[in-house]
């Protein structure tokens, strides 16, 4: 049997980031009408924000955005 693959929608949107009880403009990663995660560029980095703290840095927004999505699917 061939299983039909599901599209998922997962978008990028601006919004304001909660870092350390500081607002900055950042990004949400949302799945479908999940918010799965938050980033915000600082210093020169991309950090994925993880309970209004900072839980890892990446060079690119790329690599934000598949830690993002690897963590959900491990953990969903």
Known sequence: MAKKDKKIEIQLVDAKVTVNATSVDGSQLV???????????????????????????YKSLDQAIESIIEDYNLNH
């Open 31 to 57: 799945i479908g009408k999940r918010i799965v995660g938050n980033i915000a560029e600082l210093d020169g980095k991309f950090a994925v924000i993880k309970n209004e703290q900072v839980a890892s840095f």
